[in-house]
Structure formats: C-alpha cells, structure tokens
C-alpha cells in the first residue's frame, strides 16, 4: 500500500534493495512535495504499475493518483535518485543524512553529481575508501562462511561449497575438512540469498557478517 515517507525512510527503503535489478523491479519515480526542505518534505516511491494509470494534478501533470492526492510532484527517477546516493557513498562512505540531503539537493537543482573531488578520475572505483561494517556502494555486502559441519554431513558441504566457490569437489573437501572456510566475500544480497538458500536445504546454517549500507544502520549480523 502506498505511503507517504521521511527523506530517512526514502533512502533506507531504497538503499534496502538487494541490488540495482531489484531496484527497478519495486520501484520507478521518486515523488516529494514541493517547496520545502528534504529534511522537511515527505516522498512517495512509485512502481511501474502505478505509473500505468495517471491522473492529472491542478497544473495538468500525469503522475499516479496517490502522488496527485498528496499534492507531490516528480522530484527524481528511482534510478537517479540512487545514482546520487551511490555516488556521494562511494566518495564519502559514512555519508550521514544530511550529507545524502545535499547531494540530492545539488543533482536535483544542478542536473549533476556533487563532487567531491573524488569520483571524477578514471580509477576512482579502484581507490574508493573500504570500511569494515559499510557495503562500498549503496547496497548491504556480505561475508559468508561455513564454521560447522557434522562429519557425516561434509560430503554435502564440500559439493554445495565446490558449486559456491566454482571449484572441484576434491579441493572443496578439503577446506570443509578444515572449517571455518568462506563462501563470499563483500557479495551482494541476490548472491547471499542463493548461497545461504543452497546451504539450508542441507540443514548446514552459515555465519554471516553484514557491511551495511547505511552507516546509521545498526549491525545486523547473523545466522
């Protein structure tokens, strides 16, 4: 159901996705109201299918029902607007909310990223700062491992782990002959759904350290 957010709920709900392909499958405009500060303004997170069906506002603009009830207007593309986010994340990783709120200040009246005077050379990616507990872009990272396995289950755990790790079954035996061994590193969450996914239905529950999206976020470890 629809529902009006806070610039904070907005950007966590976005930054919740498990990645830019799930992303653009939940989520499609971005609409604020107008004329207040983001820290003020309330959003609303619009999908395709509610962009199918239009109506028009008091100034003739097609947006969905929900948006024109609300009396918000278009502020920016999902896509966009996580674009934004990323970036000033990827030059400042423990971005808080307000350095976010500038960022999209500055793209949303200047059409362009704010620079910080990072991200414009080629290798900036390469170079971009890494801190343990925060994901590198916008979206929560993981680190998987297997740390237990009863010795008449490590026949399955080395084929599950050689399928994971894209190795032979042989050399997969080995490591879970040696526990703890690791099944990702700073993966994304699709990646971690299908690993842990793999691993349950053998009744082998993994560790599991989060590097969250938010430096706000509180830890969320676990099994």
């Keep these: 159901m629809p529902r009006l957010l806070s610039l904070r709920e907005a950007v966590e709900t ?49 947006m969905p029902e929900f948006a024109v009830a609300h009396k918000l207007t278009h502020y920016l593309e999902a896509a966009t607007f996580v674009s934004v986010l990323t ?39 390469a170079r971009a700062p890494v801190i343990a507990g925060i994901s590198r872009e916008l979206f929560a990272e993981y680190d998987l491992w297997l740390e237990d396995c009863p010795a008449d289950r490590v026949g399955d755990a080395a084929r599950a782990t050689a399928a994971v ?10 490591l879970c002959r040696q526990l703890p061994v690791s099944l990702g590193t700073r993966i994304g969450g699709r990646e971690r759904e299908q690993v842990e996914e793999r691993f349950s239905a053998l009744s082998l529950p993994l560790k599991r350290t989060t590097h969250r999206s938010l430096a706000w976020l509180p830890s969320d470890d676990g099994n």
């Design 87 to 125: 970036v000033q994340k990827e030059q400042q990783p423990l971005s808080s909310l307000d350095d976010f709120s500038k960022a999209l200040k500055h793209y949303h009246e200047e059409d362009a990223f704010l620079d910080l005077g990072h991200f414009a050379s080629d290798d900036w990616t």
């Design 165 to 174: 790790r894209k190795i032979n079954v042989g050399a997969a035996l080995a």
């Design 14 to 62: 976005l930054a919740g996705c498990l990645d830019d392909e799930d992303m653009y499958r939940r989520f499609s405009w971005v609409y604020a109201s107008e004329d207040l500060p983001l820290n003020e303004a309330r959003f609303y997170l619009s999908s395709d299918e509610e962009e199918e069906d239009p109506v028009a506002d008091e100034l003739g603009r097609e």
